[in-house]
């Protein structure tokens, strides 16, 4: 990664200013969040908090903890995102408070641990889903699986280059594919209390785990099933009125969701015996299975419309963040330029199309997929220790929400516990993602640090970069 010199000419756009519009409105953003929080993880498999609680009751208890111990995180990440309201995220706070090398580390990891893997997994559970009706006895072809997630992504890239107002308007029609998804499972859910009762529910304590590390354990999964809310503060510089409507809708939004997805658990529990529930990958369908084998085909069409919903907005937030770093200098100058008539940041989408692409094809999207918790854990730590930094050094500064101190104290507190579990349990996965972090270092020194590259680099870096501004009708962003 680097950058141009200052004596370097660059072929740039004048005629007039070019900058991203703010088309996002308060409505689209509680769209965005109802979409990607907790992705699809209440279709598939949310036997992960059971496997440790033992038992329907407590593992309920824990829905019910994790949705709000992610609205306390989110109103942590609020309170930056009004006081910084620029693109990144995350990556911007950081860079803000703690300088270039933290700031570059968050956006390499970002880029590296979550985009790539988080687009080809959410467009591969797209086509694995829409395909599922035609498999019902078996899974679909795996080759089938993935040439279809790259023509879903390809598509869906080419959507977000095109229309950012025609992408969020879109998204709430997906939106409420996952909304309707969730409701239709609790209608049934209750359609068959009302007719059988629910002699699954008779004993909910049964099986309580009393063994305290393993019940902490069960936090780890509660906190995490609820991830991915942290896009949309990668788009402030889109939203129409940051300070005012993102506090709204992360409340709004996460109430919403905790309350669907406790009552769909409860319905599984009503239809299904909480042993099939751990031993299922695909819960959602097993259910509709076991109440009403007709409706499977619909519950698979809406899990995979769902999945697309969630790409989407994952195309739209993380891009931004790579778009930010170039904006910075920690990346070449292509990926801050927008396209002239569309104004979205046509490079910084594509290169990452081009590493989820490499995600689907080489095979190791779900050994990567493994090390986005571990990324996450990282990344909230940063985010609160930023805020707690700048609570203590600027106490005075203009914070259009601010949020209760106790909150990101907890946080802090509760993000320790997760991360020491994380040690225990997948003491080699965290081995990987930090090796995979500590790749960043040279990447910064060749990229960032070092000032006096050789000539021929920068002939080159030109030559790429006016190409691509003459190829995609881009120019750098204001």
């Not at 979409?35 to 609680?53: D, E, M, R």
């Not at 906190?223 to 788009?235: A, E, K």
């Not at 919903?309 to 963040?321: A, W, Y």
Request: with cysteine.
């Amino acid at each position: 990664m680097g950058k141009l010199e200052e004596t370097e000419p660059t072929v740039e756009v004048e005629h007039h200013k070019l900058e991203m519009k703010r088309s996002i409105s308060l409505f689209h953003v509680i769209s965005i969040l109802c979409s990607v929080t907790g992705h699809v993880s209440v279709f598939v498999a949310p036997a992960a908090i059971l496997s440790y609680t033992g038992s329907i009751a407590l593992s309920l208890i824990l829905w019910v903890f994790g949705g709000i111990m992610n609205l306390f995180l989110a109103l942590c990440f609020t309170e930056l995102g009004t006081m910084f309201p620029k693109s990144g995220g995350a990556y911007a706070y950081i860079l803000q408070v703690f300088g270039p090398l933290p700031g570059f580390l968050t956006a390499w990891g970002y880029l590296t641990l979550i985009s790539g893997p988080h687009w080809a997994f959410c467009a591969y559970s797209a086509s694995l889903y829409a395909m599922k009706p035609f498999y019902l006895d078996c899974k679909p072809p795996d080759a089938a699986i993935r040439l279809l997630a790259i023509w879903i992504l390809v598509t869906f890239v080419a959507i977000n280059c095109s229309y950012v107002k025609f992408v969020t308007k879109a998204q709430s029609v997906l939106t409420v594919t996952k909304l309707v998804a969730l409701l239709l499972i609790i209608v049934c859910g209750l359609i068959s209390f009302v007719k059988d009762g629910a002699e699954n529910l008779s004993d909910p304590w049964e099986g309580t785990e009393s063994r305290p590390f393993v019940i902490a354990m069960s936090l780890f999964f509660s906190v995490f099933t609820y991830g991915g809310w942290q896009i949309v503060t990668n788009l402030m510089e889109e939203v129409k009125n940051p300070g005012r409507d993102l506090p709204k809708a992360v409340y709004i939004s996460m109430f919403i969701i905790t309350a669907e997805f406790t009552l769909t658990n409860v319905a599984y529990y009503i239809v299904i015996d909480k042993y099939d529930v751990l031993q299922s990958t695909t819960v959602a369908m097993l259910f509709f299975e076991r109440f009403y084998p007709p409706l499977m085909p619909v519950i698979s069409a809406l899990v995979a419309i769902t999945a697309i919903g969630v790409l989407n907005c994952s195309i739209l937030g993380h891009s931004r963040v790579l778009f930010a770093a170039s904006r910075n200098e920690q990346a070449p100058v292509m990926f801050s330029m927008i396209n002239t008539k569309f104004l979205t940041p046509w490079p910084a989408i594509f290169l990452l199309t081009l590493w989820s692409i490499v995600m689907l094809v080489s095979g190791a999207l779900f050994t990567m997929m493994e090390l986005v918790s571990l990324f996450s854990i990282i990344l909230s730590f940063s985010v609160v220790v930023t805020q707690l930094y700048l609570r203590w050094k600027q106490p005075h500064a203009e914070r259009p929400y601010k949020t209760f101190l106790f909150i990101p104290i907890s946080q802090f507190a509760l993000i320790i516990v997760v991360f020491f579990l994380c040690i225990y349990q997948e003491p080699l996965k965290l081995g990987r993602g930090l090796a995979i972090l500590a790749a960043g270092l040279p990447a910064y020194w060749f990229g960032v640090l070092w000032r006096k590259k050789p000539k021929v680099y920068h002939r080159f870096m030109k030559y790429i970069t006016v190409g691509l501004q003459k190829l995609l009708s881009v120019g750098k962003a204001a």
